[in-house]
């Protein structure tokens, strides 16, 4: 496997095996979500010269890890965070904490917050606020976007179905207007349309 992050990622293999892990302790649709972000970082990753597909394969797989403790909402990003820190995966690490945060402001999270304490919160507020995003930290906040666990669809349609299940807050705003940033960011890099390599994107979003 072509890696450059080696010493801070798993292989492949462990990636599947962590994520089988993750489906017997804590089954869900997030296991299929997890494959979907990892095969659509992957592809738009193979259509940009400078980021690897397998790294961005074994990410987009694993950022949301943390659910393997259970269904356990926004605080999936500590639980993965710290998962990932005590087997040595730093990139992972941080993926998994800043997936979530594409415009390094917490409060655009809808997530529920009370399950943290204070000093877990601060944590993740300053470490959303201080870190710079690289390629991969966007490419798996876009994806995650736009992966079901049925497949690919539409962002916007994501996003909405988000906003109906999770409700909206004023800070949603600035995350939309972050995410189409970033799809503009990847789309110029590609120098095509995320969505010409992304199967099926037409029969997900519109369920035909
Ligand atoms: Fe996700």
């Known amino acids: 496997m072509k890696n450059d ?56 797989m694993l950022h949301d890890i943390g659910y393997r ?14 998962f990932a820190m005590e087997k040595g995966y730093d990139k992972l690490a941080r993926i998994c904490l800043t997936h979530s945060f594409n415009c390094h402001d917490i409060r655009a999270s809808l997530g529920n917050w009370d399950c943290f304490s204070r ?24 994806c ?16 909405v179905d988000v906003v109906l299940r999770h ?7 600035d995350k939309w207007k972050a995410t189409f940033e970033t799809k503009k960011y990847f789309e110029e890099k590609m120098g095509a349309s995320i969505y010409s390599v992304l199967p099926k994107v037409i029969e997900n979003t519109f369920e035909l």
């Not at 403790?69 to 710290?82: A, C, F, R, T």
């Not at 000093?119 to 876009?142: A, H, M, R, S």
Request: negative net charge; charged residues 30%; contains cysteine.
């Open 5 to 60: 992050l080696k010493q801070e990622l798993p292989t492949l293999d462990e990636a599947k095996s962590l994520l089988k892990d993750g489906q017997r302790l804590s089954p869900g649709p997030w296991v299929d979500h997890s494959i979907n972000v990892g095969k659509a970082a992957m592809l738009i990753a193979e259509k940009c010269k400078d980021i690897n597909p397998d790294t961005a394969l074994v990410l987009g």
């Open 69 to 82: 403790y259970g269904h356990v909402d926004i605080k999936h990003i500590l639980y993965g965070y710290n």
């Open 119 to 142: 000093e877990e919160y601060d944590f993740v507020d300053g470490y959303i606020k201080t870190e710079e995003y690289d390629d991969y930290d966007k490419l798996i906040q876009l």
């Open 144 to 159: 995650d976007t736009l992966a079901l666990p049925s497949g690919f669809c539409l962002i916007e349609k994501r996003m």
């Open 167 to 173: 409700g909206m807050n004023e800070h949603i705003i």
